[in-house]
């Protein structure tokens, strides 16, 4: 069964640095999205992706963030100078139609030092 | 502003209890409901989800849902839950047809007693 996957697992880095998160939504979905779960909290929505340009995007999603679908399969995340609140678990997701379900990814853990 | 609620937070019962999990949403328009599942350091998997039709849904592990329109609800429930069952679980809405973010609910921990 096709899935998202997400690399890496896991990233440490430390405060200040740029980090680039990738994910491979499945192949034929044409939206995207990104989301975070800090520890112990709920999961939250930072933007979402269709037709090379972001749909929607929430208060999260600063001028720090960008994302980027560089190629036909890869989708990333980029956070320019990491903060320490930005340790979190960030779930990428796909969808086939406006309408349907998302699928989410097995997330990366960025630990921010 | 869309929302969801989910009233209990933490929730412990002992093996084949049964479960009701409460969740109550905030949203003007037409909704898709979800629950999801996030299984002790493990990714969010779906439970169960309703787009349409019949407003009582079933999901994967014997897990149920009723979609109540009148009361923006959508509990989750499981007759005889198991001690594998322990985890966290998420009640989720987004608009219908517009690609739009999923909003999550806080979550409830569900530890089940052996």
């Known amino acids: 069964e096709p899935e998202v996957t997400q690399t890496p697992s896991h990233q440490v880095t430390q405060m200040g640095q740029e980090v680039i998160l990738r994910c491979v939504p499945i192949s034929n979905h044409l939206y995207f999205y990104w989301y975070r779960q800090i520890l112990g909290q709920k999961v939250e929505f930072l933007v979402s992706?269709?037709?090379?340009?972001?749909?929607?995007k929430s208060e999260i999603f600063d001028d720090q963030f960008s994302v980027e679908r560089p190629d036909g399969s890869n989708f990333t995340l980029k956070i320019r100078s990491t903060k320490l609140e930005d340790s979190a678990m960030y779930f990428c997701?796909?969808?086939?139609?406006?309408?349907?379900?998302?699928?989410f990814g097995p997330g990366t853990r960025l630990t921010v030092l | 502003a869309q929302s969801v609620s989910q009233h209990n937070h933490h929730v412990i019962l002992s093996e084949a209890a049964s479960l009701e999990l409460g969740c109550n949403y905030s949203?003007?328009?037409?909704?898709?409901l979800f629950w999801y599942v996030q299984y002790p350091g493990q990714h969010l998997q779906l439970l169960l989800k309703?787009?349409?039709?019949?407003?009582l849904v079933k999901g994967i592990k014997g897990f149920e849902a009723e979609f109540i329109k009148s009361k923006f609800s959508f509990n989750l429930r499981k007759p005889s839950v198991q001690w594998s069952d322990t985890a966290e679980y998420f009640c989720a809405v987004n608009a219908k047809s517009s690609a739009s973010k999923i909003i999550f609910g806080s979550g409830t921990r569900l530890s089940i007693r052996p």
């Open positions: 992706f269709y037709n090379n340009e972001i749909s929607e």
């Open positions: 997701a796909s969808s086939q139609g406006a309408d349907n379900e998302q699928f």
């Open positions: 949203y003007g328009g037409t909704v898709n």
């Open positions: 309703y787009f349409s039709g019949d407003p």
